[in-house]
């Protein structure tokens, strides 16, 4: 048994190192970071496409050999870029439970926007860049689409299944309008970019709220509706939205949503 009991312990992970107990990087944590920065650099300098991965190592001081273990292609290297804007959103913790849904994915995709900030200047030159290299952008996404999964489930909204993938592309439409816009807006507190990203979510709440088809069928079916006196207008509690219906779910209604989960 000493032996077995050895024999395990020699095969568990070592813990990761601190410092007064914070976690530091990896070795290769920091070169993926090192080489992400130099290729920001260098984007400001020359545009992404024209880019080379020895060009880029060379600017972060690493080696060729210790490039290609962090990030074997460019385009890896774009979706580490990618990854560490979603952990910069997802740090912040979930929005609070008790804002309706759209209210929690305004907030979610302004985070991102806002860890995008200090690399504005090279995310307008990689994104001027990619529609000449469509290999490279086919390539990205379903990195891209993982980000926008996450930035679903941070906002409390399902990312699984056939909905979930249908969610996912409606938000994809929505951030990549809303980017265009925050790429050109010049305003201190990002005005138009909110007033583009709000507009795009109630846009997708009106839609999902005039087309019964877009609501799943046990969505459909209707709810039971309260006795009410004929000489009192009602409110059809059925066209209320919750987080499963975005933005593949819908009612024939077109009131207001009623609940905190609204869209």
Do not use: C
């Not at 496409?49 to 020895?54: A, C, D, F, K, M």
């Not at 990549?176 to 990002?190: H, N, V």
């Not at 138009?192 to 088809?213: K, Q, V, Y």
């Not at 877009?214 to 009602?234: C, F, N």
């Amino acid at each position: 048994m000493p032996v077995l009991s050895n024999t395990i312990a020699s095969t568990r992970p070592a813990a990761p190192p601190t410092v007064l107990g914070i976690p530091t990087p990896t070795p290769t944590a920091r070169r993926a970071a090192q080489l992400i920065d130099a290729a920001l650099r260098l984007t400001l300098e020359r545009g992404w496409r024209e880019l080379t991965l020895p060009e880029i190592a060379a600017e972060a001081g690493v080696s060729l050999a210790d490039a290609y273990t962090a990030f074997p292609t460019k385009m890896a290297m774009l979706n580490g870029f990618m990854a560490r804007i979603d952990r910069q959103m997802l740090a912040e913790g979930a929005p609070d439970a008790a804002e309706t849904v759209r209210d929690r994915l305004f907030d979610v995709v302004m985070r991102r926007f806002d860890a995008l900030a200090p690399h504005k200047d090279a995310v307008a030159a990689i994104v001027d860049d990619l529609p000449a290299d469509p290999l490279s952008t086919l390539a990205a996404l379903p990195a891209f689409g993982n980000s926008m999964a996450w930035t679903l489930e941070a906002a409390g909204v399902s990312a699984s299944g056939i909905s979930g993938a249908l969610r996912i592309q409606g938000l994809a439409i929505i951030y990549l309008t809303t980017l265009r816009t925050w790429l050109q807006d010049d305003t201190a507190d990002a005005a138009r970019t909110m007033a583009t990203l709000d507009r795009a979510l109630r846009r997708t709440e009106m839609l999902i709220r005039t087309f019964p088809g877009l609501r799943s069928p046990r969505q459909r079916r209707p709810a039971p509706r309260p006795t009410q006196d004929k000489d009192q207008p009602g409110e059809d509690q059925s066209g209320a939205l919750n987080a499963g219906d975005f933005p593949s779910g819908g009612s024939p209604s077109g009131d207001a949503p009623k609940d905190g989960n609204s869209l």
